[in-house]
């Protein structure tokens, strides 16, 4: 059975084996790059930095890889299977290769530190290989690719945010846009290869999230997803300029939120991930003030036991974390919920997995993404842990933590029936160009007919909700 990638609902928007290629040819330069992002939003983000320097260095995008120069795949470790997608599309570009000299691979990303040696060297599959935090020496690589060196660069930064560059925003339906606000993490959950592939954390300059994102708003964009790996312990010791901040050193999270809350109300502002130990009722109070911060939180519990939590180096109780639950739905009790589960870590008993599905009950997530544990090398799991609970077994666990998860979302969706939501309008719905689907600012799919009014993407309307399915809410503008 594959890894499971759920969450019908938010499929596009996270983690997963998702990838896409991007769309926006440009036929001005004469060479052209082909981009491939697979895993979470960091990396998809990093993609459009990647475009924003290729292009800067005479390279103009195209969407069709067998007409490309220079094919590159931005790569995810998260887990093994992640890895195993790279790898076979990496042998398909190979094949093409043979038949075309002169087109370089890359492997720009998550992998790259760890498999250099064994792309370039063992398996030829690769030209280049570059790590997230040298992107900026891309150029130079293709370079020396070229002229038939081998190119790597994996050496990772303390500083590196890629501040100064402006993403060019690839696959973009014009009104949402992710803002990288903080590379690495400085964790280390005992699963987790991130810390190993991304490095530490670092927070990026506030004045130039601030800016990017009003460029975004003056460009027509009318929602902004501020990310990070955990993005509550977003710290930048450089005052803002501007806004209700000035003067103020040093920007928390909140202080960031609050600014980026005020360059328009029209601009609405979501950000994912937060660590449970570090999102703060400054923060809470601060979504709860703004009506244009969405009201959603994604909270990543990944075990409902506290011994597990104590091994994944989590840092917190489950009471700790319900606690926090509670302080959300007392701040706001409107907001939406929800979170990463992982199955089957090393010594989960089937009692640990009983209080996985208690917890999840308790907090009564909207949607979650769950997984099921596999060994990352490197990580202190793998060094510490034996990864001994059968395959087996975690994958009934998973199964049923799939099957909770599916019903609590099916009664999340129940209970909006008869509301009116706020939607922001995104495009045209995927079944058909005479409905228009948005996101509720609990981050719900909405569908509803466009009816003859003139909206469009990138409006916001009043949504009565009158149906769902376990995914989407189906509505009517009122
Ligand atoms: N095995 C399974 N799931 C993992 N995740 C991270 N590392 C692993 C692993 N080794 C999940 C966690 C995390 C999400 C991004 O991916 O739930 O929150
Ligand atoms: Fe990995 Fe934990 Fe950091 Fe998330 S917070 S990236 S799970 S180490």
């Not at 440009?26 to 990647?50: L, R």
Request: net charge negative; with cysteine; proline share 3%.
């Amino acid at each position: 059975m594959p890894d499971l990638k759920i969450n019908k609902v938010h499929d596009e928007s996270r983690q997963g084996e998702s990838y896409g290629s991007f769309v926006l040819d440009s036929p001005t330069h004469t060479k052209k790059f082909y981009i491939e992002s697979y895993g979470c939003q960091m990396n998809f983000a990093d993609s459009e930095i990647v475009a924003s320097i290729l292009q800067d260095s005479g390279f103009g995008a195209t969407r069709n890889f067998e007409e490309a120069d220079l094919i590159l795949l931005n790569t995810c470790s998260i887990r093994e299977k992640a890895e195993q997608t790279v790898r076979k599309r990496l042998t398909e570009f190979r094949k093409l290769k043979q038949g075309k000299a002169g087109t370089l691979i890359g492997v720009l990303g998550c992998m790259a530190e760890r498999l250099k040696s064994k792309f370039l060297e063992e398996e030829k599959l690769v030209d280049i290989v570059v790590g997230p935090d040298a992107y900026r020496t891309l150029p130079g690589l293709i370079i020396e690719a070229e002229s038939g060196q081998k190119a790597v660069n994996v050496l990772l930064s303390r500083e590196e945010t890629y501040a100064d560059i402006s993403p060019i925003r690839l696959n973009s339906n014009g009104v949402t846009a992710f803002v990288s606000i903080m590379r690495g993490c400085n964790n280390m959950c005992a699963f987790c290869v991130v810390p190993f592939t991304r490095g530490r954390e670092r927070s990026r300059d506030a004045d130039s999230i601030v800016k990017e994102c009003t460029d975004l708003f003056e460009q027509g964009y009318r929602e902004v997803t501020l990310l990070g790996q955990n993005v509550d312990s977003y710290y930048s010791t450089n005052s803002l300029s501007t806004g209700s901040g000035q003067g103020e050193a040093p920007v928390t999270f909140a202080k960031l939120l609050a600014n980026v809350a005020s360059i328009d109300p029209q601009l609405r502002i979501r950000f994912s991930t937060s660590h449970p130990k570090d999102i703060t009722d400054e923060v809470l109070l601060t979504m709860a003030k703004h009506e244009n911060i969405c009201k959603n939180i994604h909270l990543p519990v990944q075990s409902g036991s506290t011994r597990i939590l104590q091994l994944m180096n989590r840092t917190y109780t489950r009471e700790w974390y319900m606690a926090k639950i509670e302080r959300i739905r007392e701040i706001m009790p409107d907001c939406g919920i929800s979170s990463d589960i992982i199955s089957g870590f090393c010594t989960e008993t089937d009692q640990d997995h009983r209080d996985t599905l208690a917890l999840m009950e308790f907090s009564n997530y909207d949607f979650s993404y769950m997984f099921f544990y596999s060994e990352r090398p490197g990580t202190l799991a793998a060094r510490r842990y034996t990864d001994d609970i059968p395959e087996e077994i975690k994958k009934e666990r998973l199964d049923e933590i799939v099957k909770l998860q599916n019903r609590l979302s099916r009664e999340s969706n129940k209970r909006d029936i008869g509301k009116t939501f706020k939607v922001l309008i995104e495009g045209d719905s995927k079944k058909s160009s005479d409905d228009w689907m948005g996101r509720s600012s609990q981050n719900k799919v909405v569908v509803f007919a466009k009816d003859d009014l003139n909206y469009r993407k990138g409006d916001y309307v009043m949504v009565n909700v009158h149906e769902c399915t376990g995914a989407t809410l189906i509505g009517k503008i009122i």
